[in-house]
């Protein structure tokens, strides 16, 4: 079991923006220190809800202080960025880093970034199969033309190449994993073989149901069963640790809704329609019922049973609900030292 940290570098009330990157960061390093597989970045834009615009720009940060913690985006959103660009990035981040980088990529939301960065509502609704495949051939093979809809241009020749690694030898260039909501996001995911990132707004049930679903169009695309049954996928979730459950419970209770009312609030929609808002207090207590949130124990066992139930052994822990920095560097170290070893 792999268990990584879920970075949002959330602006909880009250807080600057340079107080919630340097928590994020520092909550990146001593997730090193204390033993964790990865980091997975989020990636916002025009909101307190996530204060990283550019997850790739943070992963390059990360990589360079850190030795032997992966670093993925959780995610790049496709439709707000030309997809040779991420790719070029990702090629970049991969090589210098000795293959520690992951690539998450999203679909993101029908938000006002698309009005900002000048794509347009088309590249959410209906371009993102497009942006993933030309993201995918740029990174498997040594020249790319594109003949697209949104993407058309001559051949030219990918520099660097993701596969030449340091020292002659090929590899098979970074990780790339699709963040999954919809049927339709996980048939084109299991179509192509790519792990799914499956959100902490769903529990166990659900996410065993789109494991199953990426299964059977995996295998209706002509996947192999070895390819299938150790497909990486990563769970995201919430961790807190406390000597008692109620007390790990208390501290997002008291945190996360004025966070959540503040970010989700600030979300605009490029063409005006409504959106339904969760209530911030009913998700957080959601959030405490889906995950690991209470003594180590209780986390332990959490996780163990979230991967029996839906087969998923990497996950992606927002550890950082406190909205405190020394509680968020004090829960990611237990995390490390107390939970971790029963995991095994």
């Given at each position: 079991m792999r268990v990584g940290s879920f970075v949002l570098a959330a602006q909880f009330p009250g807080q600057g923006q340079g107080e919630a990157l340097h928590r994020a960061v520092r909550s990146a390093e001593v997730a090193e220190e204390a033993g964790l597989d990865?980091?997975?970045?989020?990636?916002?834009?025009?909101?307190?809800?996530?204060?990283?615009?550019?997850?790739?720009?943070?992963?390059?940060?990360l990589l360079g202080r850190t030795r032997r913690i992966h670093i993925g985006t959780a995610v790049s959103v496709l439709p707000t960025v030309h997809p040779v660009a991420l790719g070029e990035q990702a090629a970049l981040l991969h090589l210098t880093s000795g293959g520690r980088f992951s690539l998450g990529v999203g679909r993101g939301g029908p938000w006002v970034d698309l009005e900002v960065f000048g794509s347009g509502l088309d590249a959410y609704e209906?371009?993102?199969?497009?942006?993933?495949d030309l993201l995918l051939?740029?990174?498997?093979?040594?020249?790319?033309?594109?003949?697209?809809?949104?993407?058309?241009?001559?051949?030219?020749?990918?520099?660097?190449?993701?596969?030449?690694?340091?020292?002659?030898?090929?590899?098979?260039?970074?990780?790339?994993?699709?963040?999954?909501?919809?049927?339709?996001s996980v048939r084109l995911a299991a179509q192509r073989g790519l792990p799914m990132l499956l959100?902490?707004?769903?529990?166990?049930?659900?996410?065993?149901?789109?494991?199953?679903l990426?299964?059977?169009?995996?295998?209706?695309?002509?996947?192999?069963?070895?390819?299938?049954?150790?497909?990486?996928?990563?769970?995201?979730?919430?961790?807190?640790?406390?000597?008692?459950?109620?007390?790990?419970?208390e501290v997002l209770q008291k945190a996360m809704p004025g966070w959540l009312k503040q970010g989700?609030?600030?979300?605009?929609?490029?063409?005006?329609?409504?959106?339904?808002?969760?209530?911030?207090?009913?998700?957080?207590?959601l959030l405490c019922g889906l995950h690991p949130v209470g003594t180590p124990q209780m986390c332990a066992d959490r996780l163990a049973a979230t991967s029996e139930r839906t087969g998923i052994t990497r996950f992606a822990l927002l550890v950082e609900g406190s909205g405190d920095l020394t509680a968020t560097e004090e829960n990611v170290r237990r995390l490390g030292a107390e939970v971790l070893p029963q995991l095994g």
């Open positions: 990865a980091v997975w970045l989020a990636e916002h834009h025009f909101v307190p809800y996530g204060t990283c615009p550019s997850a790739v720009t943070l992963a390059a940060l209906k371009g993102f199969p497009e942006s993933l051939k740029w990174l498997r093979e040594p020249r790319v033309e594109s003949t697209g809809d949104r993407f058309a241009f001559r051949e030219v020749a990918v520099v660097p190449r993701p596969q030449e690694a340091l020292g002659g030898q090929d590899d098979d260039g970074p990780e790339v994993v699709v963040a999954c909501t919809s049927p339709s959100g902490m707004h769903v529990g166990d049930v659900e996410k065993a149901e789109m494991v199953a990426w299964n059977r169009h995996a295998r209706a695309a002509g996947h192999t069963p070895e390819e299938i049954a150790t497909a990486p996928h990563v769970s995201a979730g919430v961790a807190q640790i406390a000597d008692r459950r109620l007390e790990a419970a989700l609030d600030a979300h605009v929609t490029v063409d005006g329609r409504k959106r339904a808002m969760r209530d911030p207090l009913a998700y957080t207590e």
